[in-house]
């Protein structure tokens, strides 16, 4: 299974963009990357996620490198709601299971 | 909006009862999962299900049992609650398609065992 390697920390300005970088150097071709974050007290939620094109929601805008070792997500204009933990995943082509590592967690400052 | 509910927010048992964790959700999914949370280590899968009756260990399910017998329903059961099993444990759900495979999850239940 691909893993993911996660900054552990990172802040941003309030109202300023939020870049979230993430490793994921052997993922396999047919593998999606995922993004979750977990507001304190609460489970995750679900951002977004791509396989090779870039992705853009009413939350975030997903970048994936050209060889898809690595992706940014990006929160185009953080709000103090936006602190969090921010966990990249990769989906196992095997089944359901995802693999969820420690995150980087996401201050967002007034 | 998908739904997924855990019967407890917090739980205090005892070492060596036997615990029961529930998890409901209400959108027709057909895969559950159950994991556990713990400081610097991330979410860990202990258990999920593809289809009623059907269940495959994760990760870590030394010390865990599951069931699912209706659809909506996946149970999680600690036969002999222990110390090391205090933790958060989070319940989540998703469809089986294959190329929608989001999450959703529940708001965790924190289980402390004395």
């Known amino acids: 299974d691909a893993k993911t390697t996660q900054p552990p920390s990172m802040d941003c300005a309030e109202g300023r963009a939020a870049n979230l970088p993430c490793n994921h150097s052997?993922?396999?071709?047919?593998?999606?990357v995922y993004w979750y974050r977990q507001i304190h007290s609460q489970g995750p939620q679900y951002i977004i996620h791509?396989?090779?094109n870039n992705e853009t929601n009413e939350m975030a805008s997903l970048i994936i490198t050209e060889d898809r070792k690595s992706s940014t997500l990006i929160l185009p204009h953080a709000t103090l709601r936006d602190t969090a933990v921010y966990y990249c995943?990769?989906?196992?082509?095997?089944?359901?299971?995802?693999?969820f590592g420690t995150g980087t967690s996401l201050t967002v400052i007034p | 909006d998908v739904k997924v509910t855990q019967s407890s927010r917090y739980l205090v048992k005892r070492t060596g009862e036997k615990v029961f964790l529930e998890c409901v959700q209400d959108?027709?999914?057909?895969?559950m999962f159950w994991y556990r949370q713990d400081p610097g280590l991330g979410l860990r899968l202990i258990y999920f299900?593809?289809?009623?009756?059907?269940?495959e260990k994760g990760d870590i399910p030394e010390g865990y049992s599951v069931s699912r017998e209706k659809k909506e329903r996946f149970s999680l059961i600690l036969e002999s609650a222990s110390t090391n099993q205090t933790s958060m444990y989070l319940c989540?759900?998703?469809?089986?398609?294959?190329?929608?495979?989001?999450?959703?999850f529940g708001p965790g239940t924190r289980l402390t065992v004395t």
């Open positions: 989540a759900s998703s469809l089986g398609d294959r190329d929608r495979h989001e999450q959703y």
């Open positions: 052997t993922i396999s071709g047919n593998e999606y």
């Open positions: 791509g396989l090779k």
């Open positions: 995943i990769v989906r196992t082509n095997t089944g359901n299971q995802f693999y």
């Open positions: 959108m027709d999914h057909e895969n």
């Open positions: 299900s593809y289809d009623v009756k059907m269940k």
